[in-house]
C-alpha cells in the first residue's frame, strides 16, 4: 500500500472512533446477478440476470467516491461475466484506479482466465479440497487450478465460506494459500444463513473448531487474511451490525453492509469477517486496530 493511501485510512480511521462517525469507507458495486454456476450454499445468482449498464456503473462509481469511499469491490453473480458495450471487468478496475480509489478489489469464481493485474486484490473463491469444493461449487476445481497457474499476476486471495459441507477444509485451503505461486492469502467468512440454506449454518462450536484451525495455521505462517482478534467475536456473533461503513451499490440501489440486510434476522447471524473486523475496528478496539494494521500492510 502506498504511504499517501495508509495516511488517508489512518485518517478517516481516527476521525471515525474519536466522533462515532458512520461515514462509509467501503463500497461494493454489484455489476450484475448472472452467474455461470448454482453454489449450493448461494442465494443472490441469475434472479434478474441482468448485466448493469456501463454507463450506470459508472456513475455509481462517483457516486461511491464523491461519498468518500476508496475501498472499492466489484462483485456479482460472476465479475468476470459482466460486459456492456465492450467494456469488461479490466476496464472498470482500471477506470476505478484513475477516479482516484485507492484500493479496487474484485470477487470471482476463477473459472475464467484471470488477467486483472490492476486489481489490488482478486478474491477468488475456493471452497475446500477438490472434493469438498466440487460439492458445493460443481466440478470446477481443476478449471479455477489451471486459470490461477496461468494468471497475469500475482494478487489472487482465496476466499471461502465455510459451511457444514466443507468445515473440515479449512487447513486444506490454507496451506494451498501458502503453497500456490500467485496466491498471496486466503480470507474466510462463515456462511451467513439465507432463509434457503439455513441448514449450511455453523454452531458456535463448530465456528470455534474452524477459528482455532486458523489460528494454528497463522502461526505456522499461512497467509490467513484475517484476524485472530476477532474470531471470540465471530464464533458467538457478539459483534455490532451491520457495517456502517460498508455499503452495497445495486442497479442504482444503495444500502448499509450488504443487500442480505433486507432478510428479516439474518444479520444476527452474519458470518462475515468484514462485518466483524470493522465495526470492532471502528468502535475502537484496539487490539483490532493493531492486528488490522499489521493484517492490511502485509497482504495489501
Ligand atoms: C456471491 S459471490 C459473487 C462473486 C463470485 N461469483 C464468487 O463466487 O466469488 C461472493 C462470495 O460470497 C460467498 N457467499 C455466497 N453465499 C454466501 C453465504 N450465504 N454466506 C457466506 N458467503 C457466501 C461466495 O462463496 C463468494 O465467495
Ligand atoms: S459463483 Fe458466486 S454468484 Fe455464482 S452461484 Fe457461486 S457463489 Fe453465487
Ligand atoms: S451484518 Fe447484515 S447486512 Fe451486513 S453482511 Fe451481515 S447479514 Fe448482511
Keep these: ?88 471487468l479490466r476496464d472498470l478496475v482500471i477506470e476505478a484506479k484513475e477516479m482516484g480509489f485507492l484500493i479496487v478489489n474484485t470477487v470471482t469464481n476463477g473459472t475464467f482466465p484471470i488477467d486483472l493485474p490492476e486489481a489490488d486484490l482478486i478474491l477468488l473463491s475456493l471452497d475446500g479440497d477438490k472434493e469438498r469444493h466440487n460439492q458445493i461449487r460443481g466440478n470446477t476445481y481443476d478449471r479455477i487450478m489451471h486459470h490461477i497457474r496461468h494468471a497475469s499476476s500475482d494478487n489472487i486471495c482465496f476466499y471461502m465460506a465455510v459451511n457444514q459441507i466443507n468445515k473440515d477444509a479449512v487447513r486444506d485451503v490454507c496451506l494451498l494459500a501458502k503453497d500456490t505461486p500467485n496466491v498471496r492469502a486466503v480470507s474466510f467468512n462463515f456462511h451467513t444463513p439465507y432463509p434457503d440454506t439455513k441448514e449450511l449454518a455453523l454452531t458456535p462450536k463448530e465456528k470455534a473448531k474452524c477459528c482455532k484451525v486458523m489460528a494454528e495455521m497463522m502461526e505456522e505462517g499461512a497467509p490467513v487474511f484475517n484476524l485472530k482478534s476477532a474470531f471470540p467475536y465471530l464464533i458467538d456473533n457478539r459483534f455490532p451490525t451491520p457495517c456502517h461503513q460498508c455499503v452495497v451499490m445495486e442497479n442504482g440501489k444503495l444500502s448499509v453492509c450488504g443487500r442480505c440486510i433486507e432478510v428479516p434476522g439474518l444479520c444476527e447471524k452474519c458470518g462475515y469477517f468484514f462485518v466483524a473486523e470493522y465495526t470492532l475496528l471502528f468502535a475502537g478496539n484496539v487490539k483490532i486496530i493493531w492486528e488490522m494494521l499489521r493484517t492490511y500492510l502485509k497482504y495489501i
Design 1 to 88: 500500500m502506498k504511504i499517501s493511501s495508509f495516511l488517508y485510512f489512518a485518517g478517516f480511521g481516527i476521525r471515525t472512533v474519536l466522533f462515532r462517525k458512520k461515514d462509509p469507507i467501503l463500497g461494493t458495486i454489484i455489476l450484475t446477478d448472472r452467474c455461470n454456476l448454482t453454489c449450493r450454499h448461494c442465494s443472490v445468482n441469475n434472479i434478474t440476470s441482468v448485466m448493469y449498464p456501463y454507463e450506470q456503473v459508472k456513475k455509481e462509481m462517483r457516486q461511491l467516491y464523491d461519498m468518500g469511499i476508496r475501498i472499492l469491490f466489484f462483485c456479482g453473480g460472476e465479475t468476470f461475466l459482466w460486459e456492456d458495450h465492450g467494456k469488461k
